[in-house]
């Protein structure tokens, strides 16, 4: 069987390495070649050499990429993009005026305010509920619903979610159900699996691993839902080039690795916040106290690199801490090989109105901290001197 045509029999470090990529006809290169080319020579017109036209179209590193995406996630239907948010915005071109979205009340910031400040303007509804709670997802839908929106685990609070209850609760309706699934990546979960109709990655994140490239990618259940999507991916064109491409298939050969060690350290470091003196609260879905610690045990095979905590104080006293560590750079963004940390209320999130944010639970203490490689008694000691007052 080829490396492109693999999809199940392999283990998923296996198709992390190898999915959808075989040597080079030419040459035996054993990398994807990087095609910088924005159009192809035809033996005639309309007679396309492997269908190849365009490069919006159709470009053959992209299409590497697309096939290892979807094989990780346990699918054959993949497209790329040239960020998450052009993923996500992919995703809305399926709906139309005076539809209704029931989505998650913890949602990265760009994603609500793409939802707030763009698809309202074109006669779209939404509604913003716990997730975690299935009687409020219940009540939130209506006969105009046609999407139901997830993360899990959330950003940056990190709830979790029922992903089976939720993908039949919005089967039985006739309701696109999408699961934003970056924070997890096909490692730890495959939302396919549990029934979704889609899956959403920032590849920018845990898939590119390095922090050196932007890019998206949506992943479809069935060859329907993947033709409609390729048709707006070309009709609007919001492509990756083909080197963010390979650095995106660079990074899903390490991301079994990577994700076990982001996992690990996490996990300690978890567990130094919660008996800090000054941490009033750890929000990780590894810990027992976690609400949502059954739920992920069950549909997760771990927990990830993501840590949020709160201290007690203003939205000064947390941009201090995330101002003073040495290890963790301040910056926005997650999911590289290095350690960072950000202030959400600040930062990635302060596209949301205060009031909103702090009626969600997203305390003006919130720190969320994106745990790399590095070493774990190194990482430890620089979040300490941090949280000195």
């Not at 053959?60 to 915005?89: C, H, I, K, Q, V």
């Not at 709830?159 to 990546?185: G, P, Q």
Request: include cysteine; charged fraction near 20%.
């Amino acid at each position: 069987m080829s490396r492109e045509s693999q999809k199940t029999d392999w283990a998923l470090a296996t198709r992390a390495v190898h999915a959808g990529q075989s040597p080079d006809p030419s040459t035996g290169a054993l990398m994807t070649p990087v095609y910088m080319n924005s159009t192809y020579g035809q033996k005639a017109p309309t007679e396309l050499i492997d269908g190849y036209e365009y490069s919006r179209t159709k470009n053959p590193t992209r299409l590497a990429l697309e096939r290892n995406l979807a094989s990780l996630e346990g699918s054959e239907y993949g497209l790329a993009f040239s960020s998450g948010m052009a993923a996500t915005n992919t995703v809305m071109n399926l709906l139309q005026s005076g539809d209704h979205v029931v989505a998650g009340d913890d949602l990265y910031g760009g994603t609500f305010r793409l939802f707030e400040k763009l698809y309202k303007n074109y006669g779209l509804t939404f509604t913003y509920v716990n997730l975690s709670n299935l009687d409020e997802v219940q009540q939130a839908l209506r006969p105009e619903t046609k999407l139901l929106f997830v993360e899990s685990p959330t950003n940056p609070l990190l709830k979790i979610c029922d992903l089976s209850a939720l993908a039949e609760m919005a089967r039985s309706r006739n309701i696109l159900s999408v699961c934003d699934n970056t924070f997890a990546t096909p490692c730890l979960q495959r939302p396919l699996e549990f029934g979704f109709d889609l899956v959403i990655h920032s590849t920018t994140k845990y898939l590119g691993g390095h922090s050196d490239v932007v890019g998206g990618a949506i992943i479809a259940r069935n060859q329907e839902l993947h033709e409609k999507l390729a048709f707006f991916q070309n009709t609007v064109g919001a492509v990756p080039g083909p080197m963010d491409c390979f650095l995106v298939l660079r990074g899903t050969k390490t991301l079994p690795l990577r994700m076990q060690r982001h996992g690990e350290t996490a996990m300690a470091l978890a567990q130094m916040l919660e008996a800090h003196p000054r941490v009033k609260n750890v929000i990780y879905p590894g810990l027992s106290s976690h609400p949502g610690h059954e739920i992920a045990t069950k549909q997760m095979s771990g927990f990830g690199g993501i840590v949020s905590f709160i201290i007690d104080g203003s939205v000064e006293q947390g941009m201090a801490v995330a101002g003073k560590t040495q290890l963790f750079a301040c910056a926005e963004s997650l999911g590289g090989v290095e350690s960072l940390i950000e202030h959400p209320p600040s930062m990635t999130h302060a596209s949301i109105p205060v009031e909103i944010r702090r009626a969600r639970g997203m305390d003006d203490g919130l720190i969320r901290i994106s745990v790399g490689v590095e070493d774990k008694d190194d990482l430890e000691a620089d979040l300490r001197q941090a949280l000195e007052p």
